[in-house]
């Protein structure tokens, strides 16, 4: 990503994300992975057997705060607020021309650019999953695909100013790992050409996620050749009945020997995905996966609760709904899950992320400068997010867009000569104020009033009057503290931080919502 060439690491100094996926987010339900848990920036190691001792106040608060009776009181469905307003509300008002507006307004602000690049082939569909994905074992289709991504950088690209940095580059999917290494260096080759100016090894966050079975060591090499510094591996669930319920076959050994291969492949940050909630699991055999997670050692931690939504995702109908744990068993796989990351090396970041102290996510949220958006939780706040494939979105100053998440659409979009634009929204004055005070909360754990009059020049308590007054039962129920002007996010409240966005979210008196997110808990 740096003075790139294919099959090497250009020189430079060395240094340092796992990011969610964007098109899982594309979709009206806001994902059906919802809420516990992560992500790191330690110095890479050969060592896999590393376990931290690490204990805090907050994490053994986290146990002694996990109230079953309280979250369910609090149990109900919300966004993930990985944007605001959240994606069930653009609309197809909001046309190319509209988005060719904001990329070429966009730079006179001079950020740096995020870019996610949507790879949606898959070659076996997991039951769980609710990203937009194509299922096939014909390679050759992703070269047709290549070409019509290579339009689409093109044309946003012409709008954008090539003096602009990238500073993080994602990659998802679908298995991103789809492509082989000739087309891989082709989508590399794309971009560079297209934006020329990449952050430097140690200064960007350049990251793919991977299908553990989809690599082998010298694959994990050649992506780091590529520049890759960061790596996300699904694991989901190490139970032998678990993984063929979900139709996701991976044994424990196959996952240690890859995350083995990437830290001596140099990769910065390792990151591993786990899903709690799934068909078979039990409190005792999640807790082995925890432990065997435990012992590979990965930076950060996402543990998404899994919400079965099959009028949504077709591909959960496969799975027998009697096999789900019911809501009580839920309960305790969370708290299972908190107890043991918190207890055996992790801090829990809130939401669905855990990561090591040392992390730079830790760092960030503890100086109030973490960031959430499209691809999770972030370190870089100051970005333009430009989304690139079906169904990827891009997040301007002033609007979102998303791409159409029909391949033929998609590819007749580009045919027609334009920007595939299928839908998205224009922020106003009401929606930014907003989103800082969400992003805010879910990111840094508080807010105060007083920065947010002084940064929108509104007078802040008279705003959000209505807002503090509805904080009352949650400050009552030790969820926040409020003292004066400001809000802090105490303990238990990390287990149930979308409930605390959601009462300074405009958008949810809507009845045409209430089916279209996932639970919180």
């Given at each position: 990503?740096?003075?790139?060439?294919?099959?090497?690491?250009?020189?430079?100094?060395?240094?340092?994300?796992?990011?969610?996926?964007?098109?899982?987010?594309?979709?009206?339900?806001?994902?059906?992975?919802?809420?516990?848990?992560?992500?790191?920036?330690?110095?890479?190691?050969?060592?896999?057997?590393n376990r931290a001792t690490f204990s805090s106040d907050t994490q053994i608060a986290m146990s002694q705060y996990f109230d079953a009776a309280?979250?369910?009181?609090?149990?109900?469905?919300?966004?993930?607020?990985?944007?605001?307003?959240?994606?069930?509300?653009?609309?197809?008002?909001?046309?190319?021309?509209?988005?060719?507006?904001?990329?070429?307004?966009?730079?006179?602000?001079?950020?740096?650019?995020?870019?996610?690049?949507?790879?949606?082939?898959?070659?076996?569909?997991?039951?769980?999953?609710?990203?937009?994905?194509?299922?096939?074992?014909?390679?050759?289709?992703?070269?047709?695909?290549?070409?019509?991504?290579?339009?689409?950088?093109?044309?946003?690209?012409?709008?954008?100013?090539?003096?602009?940095?990238?500073?993080?580059?994602?990659?998802?999917?679908?298995?991103?790992?789809?492509?082989?290494h000739t087309q891989m260096q082709r989508l590399l080759a794309m971009l560079h050409t297209h934006f020329p100016h990449f952050a430097a090894?140690?200064?960007?966050e350049f990251s793919i996620e991977i299908d553990p079975r989809t690599v082998t060591p010298a694959d994990l090499g050649f992506l780091r050749?590529?520049?890759?510094?960061?790596?996300?591996?699904?694991?989901?669930?190490?139970?032998?009945?678990?993984?063929?319920?979900?139709?996701?076959?991976?044994?424990?050994?196959?996952?240690?020997?890859?995350?083995?291969?990437?830290?001596?492949?140099?990769?910065?940050?390792?990151?591993?995905?786990?899903?709690?909630?799934?068909?078979?699991?039990?409190?005792?055999?999640?807790?082995?996966?925890?432990?065997?997670?435990?012992?590979?050692?990965?930076?950060?931690?996402?543990?998404?609760?899994?919400?079965?939504?099959?009028?949504?995702?077709?591909?959960?109908?496969?799975?027998?709904?009697?096999?789900?744990?019911?809501?009580?068993?839920?309960?305790?796989?969370?708290?299972?899950?908190?107890?043991?990351?918190?207890?055996?090396?992790?801090?829990?970041?809130?939401?669905?992320?855990?990561?090591?102290?040392?992390?730079?996510?830790?760092?960030?949220?503890?100086?109030?400068?973490?960031?959430?958006?499209?691809?999770?939780?972030?370190?870089?706040?100051?970005?333009?997010?430009?989304?690139?494939?079906?169904?990827?979105?891009?997040?301007?100053?002033?609007?979102?867009?998303?791409?159409?998440?029909?391949?033929?659409?998609?590819?007749?979009?580009?045919?027609?000569?334009?920007?595939?634009?299928?839908?998205?929204?224009?922020?106003?004055?009401?929606?930014?104020?907003?989103?800082?005070?969400?992003?805010?909360?879910?990111?840094?754990?508080?807010?105060?009033?007083?920065?947010?009059?002084?940064?929108?020049?509104?007078?802040?308590?008279?705003?959000?009057?209505?807002?503090?007054?509805?904080?009352?039962?949650?400050?009552?129920?030790?969820?926040?503290?409020?003292?004066?002007?400001?809000?802090?996010?105490?303990?238990?409240?990390?287990?149930?931080?979308?409930?605390?966005?959601?009462?300074?979210?405009?958008?949810?008196?809507?009845?045409?919502?209430?089916?279209?997110?996932?639970?919180?808990?």
């Open positions: 990503f740096f003075s790139w060439v294919p099959g090497k690491v250009a020189e430079g100094r060395k240094g340092g994300i796992k990011t969610q996926d964007l098109s899982c987010l594309a979709s009206p339900a806001c994902i059906p992975l919802a809420i516990l848990l992560p992500e790191v920036n330690a110095a890479p190691s050969t060592a896999c057997y309280l979250i369910q009181k609090y149990s109900q469905s919300g966004p993930r607020y990985t944007s605001y307003p959240t994606a069930v509300e653009f609309h197809d008002r909001f046309t190319a021309a509209d988005y060719t507006r904001h990329l070429d307004a966009s730079n006179a602000s001079k950020r740096d650019l995020s870019l996610y690049v949507h790879i949606p082939f898959c070659e076996h569909v997991c039951y769980y999953c609710g990203c937009n994905k194509i299922i096939t074992h014909n390679h050759g289709q992703s070269d047709d695909y290549l070409d019509y991504l290579e339009r689409d950088i093109a044309r946003q690209a012409a709008h954008i100013d090539k003096s602009r940095r990238v500073i993080q580059l994602h990659l998802g999917g679908g298995t991103p790992t789809f492509l082989d090894d140690n200064e960007g050749g590529l520049g890759f510094n960061r790596v996300s591996f699904g694991v989901q669930d190490f139970d032998p009945r678990v993984q063929k319920a979900v139709n996701r076959i991976q044994s424990f050994e196959h996952v240690r020997d890859t995350i083995i291969a990437a830290r001596e492949a140099g990769y910065h940050s390792i990151s591993a995905d786990l899903i709690y909630g799934l068909p078979l699991q039990t409190v005792a055999s999640f807790r082995r996966t925890l432990e065997q997670i435990g012992e590979l050692a990965p930076d950060r931690l996402a543990v998404f609760n899994y919400a079965h939504m099959p009028h949504i995702f077709g591909a959960q109908k496969q799975i027998n709904a009697a096999d789900l744990p019911d809501a009580a068993g839920k309960l305790q796989l969370l708290q299972t899950t908190i107890e043991q990351l918190t207890t055996g090396g992790y801090e829990f970041i809130g939401l669905d992320h855990f990561a090591r102290p040392e992390d730079s996510l830790v760092r960030h949220q503890r100086e109030g400068t973490l960031y959430r958006n499209f691809q999770g939780y972030s370190t870089f706040s100051d970005c333009d997010l430009l989304g690139f494939g079906i169904s990827a979105i891009s997040m301007l100053g002033g609007c979102y867009s998303q791409h159409e998440k029909v391949r033929s659409r998609y590819y007749k979009a580009l045919d027609g000569g334009g920007i595939p634009v299928l839908r998205g929204i224009e922020l106003g004055p009401d929606d930014h104020i907003r989103q800082h005070v969400i992003t805010d909360i879910m990111c840094n754990l508080r807010l105060d009033l007083d920065v947010v009059s002084a940064r929108w020049h509104i007078d802040a308590p008279a705003y959000f009057a209505r807002e503090w007054q509805a904080l009352q039962p949650l400050a009552a129920d030790g969820l926040v503290q409020l003292d004066g002007q400001r809000l802090n996010v105490l303990p238990l409240g990390r287990l149930l931080i979308r409930n605390i966005a959601m009462i300074f979210d405009a958008y949810l008196h809507k009845a045409e919502n209430a089916k279209r997110f996932s639970k919180v808990i």
